[in-house]
């Protein structure tokens, strides 16, 4: 996989690369504006609210059918979504913006900080790019104790990572239950790590949740096999058992619908 781990902090690979992205932009801005002494630093502010502003909005608006039932959810930032390509356009908006101000000054530390941002990111993702990866061939334990086998299904499927202990896995467990009970054509696997049946079965019961698709992986083999650091994790393999997509950290509905319209070629 490709999460990035700093201390206690773990990152999924895009958000990581944003990140890096964004501190790139903030810093030739803020050396540009120095050396200009302009007011550049405060529209470089302005450029990155903008920014994830039109990029959440674009990717609500380009996954409209998976909010439309859970219009809220788009509030929610902390989860993966958004359009880079939005975003750029609401950052030219404010270059532009800056232009009809008479800040001209500003607009050379925000297009040297945008292209260094996009510089940034490119190389992180690049450097983050990991081998092929395919459905690990390894015997899991269903709830009832009785094997099963993770490889050799000829249908796409997700595989999430979990624990009973992880917030972030709490929270996302019923979206991703019903979103598996309403996706047909793809198996979802949610493999807990690490604990025992009663712990999990105690978990589904309080929160009214199906034991379909739940293993245990009670030595943490997938986690391993996988180079996974964080909990949750998400993954995604078409038909043939190759790994199309996959997330670290708490996912939204529209971001997982992506990910397996990318394994089932919708």
């Not at 990140?19 to 007011?39: N, P, T, W, Y």
């Not at 450029?47 to 859970?70: E, Q, S």
């Not at 180079?227 to 993954?235: C, E, F, H």
């Amino acid at each position: 996989m490709n999460a990035v781990s700093i201390g206690p902090l773990v990152f999924d690979g895009t958000r990581f690369a944003a990140v890096v992205g964004l501190l790139s932009f903030f810093a030739v801005a803020e050396i540009m504006a120095r050396l200009q002494k302009s007011d550049a630093a405060r529209w470089a502010g302005f450029a990155v609210l903008a920014w994830i502003a039109a990029a959440r909005v674009g990717f609500v608006a380009a996954n409209w059918p998976a909010f439309a039932a859970h219009p809220l959810d788009a509030l929610k930032l902390w989860q993966s979504g958004f359009l880079p390509a939005a975003g750029w356009a609401g950052g030219i908006a404010v270059l532009l913006a800056a232009l009809l101000r008479r800040a001209r000054a500003a607009v050379l530390p925000l297009a040297l900080g945008g292209v260094a941002a996009l510089a940034a990111h490119q190389a992180v993702t690049a450097a983050l790019t990991r081998p092929a990866v395919t459905i690990p061939d390894m015997q899991l334990i269903a709830l009832d104790g009785s094997a099963v086998q993770l490889a050799g299904r000829d249908w796409p499927v997700v595989l999430n990572l979990w624990a009973t202990w992880c917030p972030p896995c709490r929270r996302e467990m019923p979206m991703m239950t019903e979103l598996a009970a309403n996706t047909p054509g793809v198996d979802f696997v949610f493999a807990n790590q690490g604990e025992d049946a009663g712990q999990v079965l105690a978990f589904l019961e309080a929160e009214g949740l199906p034991a379909e698709g739940m293993i245990r992986d009670p030595r943490n083999r997938l986690m391993a096999e996988l180079d996974a650091i964080g909990l949750p994790a998400t993954l995604v393999f078409d038909a043939k058992g190759r790994m199309v997509a996959a997330h670290t950290g708490e996912i939204s509905r529209a971001a997982l619908t992506r990910m397996i319209a990318q394994a089932t070629g919708e």
